[in-house]
T-cell receptor, first 110, second 115 residues
Framework: GENVEQHPSTLSVQEGDSAVIKCTYSDSASNYFPWYKQELGKRPQLIIDIRSNVGEKKDQRIAVTLNKTAKHFSLHITETQPEDSAVYFCAAGGYQKVTFGIGTKLQVIP | DAGVIQSPRHEVTEMGQEVTLRCKPISGHNSLFWYRQTMMRGLELLIYFNNNVPIDDSGMPEDRFSAKMPNASFSTLKIQPSEPRDSAVYFC?????????????FGQGTRLTVV
């Protein structure tokens, strides 16, 4: 089955700086790569996703990149704000289901 | 739509007791997922259904766990007998399904504590 590794496990940045979270996956058949944000005590919610026919996708301050050859994908958050503090999960999957990474706890310091 | 609805939000039970968690997916969604979240193991997929049929239950930890989806608007996850190591947050999620992997919408979760 799919195996997703995510790092770092924790990340602290100053407000306004950028944050980068990286993931690798093992199954070359995976073609869907969502990112979820989970605030403390809340449910995970999708913030952005990318499919294998696309190398990069942006949505305001958030961008994802995908390197299918290397089986790497990354989340980039620019101009971080305190409300970006949360746990971020990457995931990878093919038909219908995804496998999640272990999560990255991001702390944005005002 | 009110989103994915789970009940109860919190459950405290004694070891050996039966626990039943409930989920109502978003209307029109064809895929339903049960996840378990712990600090050590993150979000683990236990089982998922497509059109009410269990497709993959390889994540179910052992025979003490069972899940059903009797109709398109209701699913249960049962643990019998429960053990302290089952303590976790259990999430139900649903998605459109239909063969294309799409956004999963999560419920609020059930925090289970087995003492």
């Amino acid at each position: 089955g799919e195996n997703v590794e995510q790092h770092p496990s924790t990340l602290s940045v100053q407000e306004g700086d950028s944050a980068v979270i990286k993931c690798t996956y093992s199954d070359s058949a995976s073609n869907y790569f969502p990112w979820y944000k989970q605030e403390l005590g809340k449910r995970p919610q999708l913030i952005i996703d990318i499919r294998s026919n696309v190398g990069e996708k942006k949505d305001q301050r958030i961008a994802v990149t995908l390197n299918k050859t290397a089986k790497h994908f990354s989340l980039h958050i620019t101009e971080t704000q305190p409300e970006d503090s949360a746990v971020y999960f990457c995931a990878a999957g093919g038909y219908q289901k995804v496998t999640f990474g272990i999560g990255t706890k991001l702390q944005v310091i005002p | 739509d009110a989103g994915v609805i789970q009940s109860p939000r919190h459950e405290v039970t004694e070891m050996g007791q039966e626990v039943t968690l409930r989920c109502k997916p978003i209307s029109g969604h064809n895929s339903l997922f049960w996840y378990r979240q712990t600090m050590m193991r993150g979000l683990e997929l236990l089982i998922y259904f497509n059109n009410n049929v269990p497709i993959d239950d390889s994540g179910m930890p052992e025979d003490r766990f069972s899940a059903k989806m009797p109709n398109a608007s209701f699913s249960t996850l049962k643990i019998q007998p429960s053990e302290p190591r089952d303590s976790a947050v259990y999430f139900c999620a649903s998605s459109l399904g239909g063969g294309l992997n799409t956004e999963a919408f999560f419920g609020q979760g059930t925090r289970l504590t087995v003492v």
